[in-house]
């Protein structure tokens, strides 16, 4: 039977269409590309009357972040949306609204940072905000992203904790795929009204203060709680990643990560984001010549699934972690996290690769090169280029 909710839509408009599904009551942003689109499109919903959202227009990505941190801590749900030097451009904004517990929810639409300028795609953007105290998912398609997005609200209201969305700029933003945007009457039924908790609200019948003075003696305390509740977030993750499937039919892997064709793999590359769709087509080649090689997609990149992916990633020899980012001066931001969490856990060898910044291609050639280099001793962090 036909799915007549299926239709080929661009990325970001597959985005702006699901988030007005969400019902948010305050939109706030600032364009920048290749985010624009997405807001764009809400506002043009706005202004023709297919949405009932305050859209507010700003001078700035701090503006508009600090916008939705007011308007969440008056107890509505709220939506943003930015991208690269916008996103940094948040960052104290982004760290107040972790810090005060805002159910926050935004869409990154990863692109390089400058400088020098570039407007194409690697995550650079996001990972650099990683200790923001933000969940991050990562989507590897354009339905994975308009999935994560209701998963994400309904993250953000039962944890108090605020959830970046990360789909890879032009190569998700900018393309067109077969998407199914869910029936409103199940989102409805996934994710009810927000109906924020009335001592955490700012209203003027009952005044009070959020996000005061912490002295020593408290402010500690209060940054060891976000760090605890984050870490323990998993497990709502994959119980809310769960009730998704019930209700929509679909579900993005278990929430924190997505298996492919690892059970009998000697190689295991881990990697997230769109990327991944070209990782699976070259797996597929180079097992067709013989060889056991299998992708670890991370969807929830923040907090950082350690112990699970170390049970998966114990069972291959070797591990090539495929990164669209780089600390200066050490490895690949994901390479890191993976070999820390490996690290006095398993034996096997892990190396770092970087690949696709600033928008380079990143071809099923290339993943094959990386498979040969896997097996080497070294351990120097490679750019992979062509």
Sequence with gaps: ?????KQILEGSHAVAEIVRRLRPAVVSAYPITPQTHIVEDLEKMKAEGLADFEYINTESEFAAASVVLGASATGVRTYTATSSQGLLLMTEVLFNIAGLRLPVVI???NRAVSSPINIWNDQQDSVTIRDAGWIQLYGETNQEVVDLHVLAYKLAESLML???INMDGFALTHTYEPVEIPEESLVKKYLPAYSA???TILDINNPHSLGTFATPERYMEIRQELFEDVAASKKE????NSEFKKVFGRGVGNGLFEEYK????EIILVAMGSVCGTIKQAIDDLRNKGKKVGLLKIILFRPFPDDEITAIVNKAKYIGVVDKSISIGTEGILASDVKRACYGKTKVQ???FVV???GRDVTEGMIEKIVGLVKEKNNETQFIGF
Excluded: F, R, Y
């Design 1 to 5: 039977m036909e799915n007549k909710n």
């Design 107 to 109: 869409t990154c639409a």
């Design 162 to 164: 605020p959830v970046m």
């Design 197 to 199: 908790p009335k001592d």
């Design 237 to 240: 993750i994959v119980k809310q």
């Design 262 to 265: 690892t059970k009998d793999a």
């Design 350 to 352: 892990i190396k770092s």
């Design 356 to 358: 696709g910044l600033g």
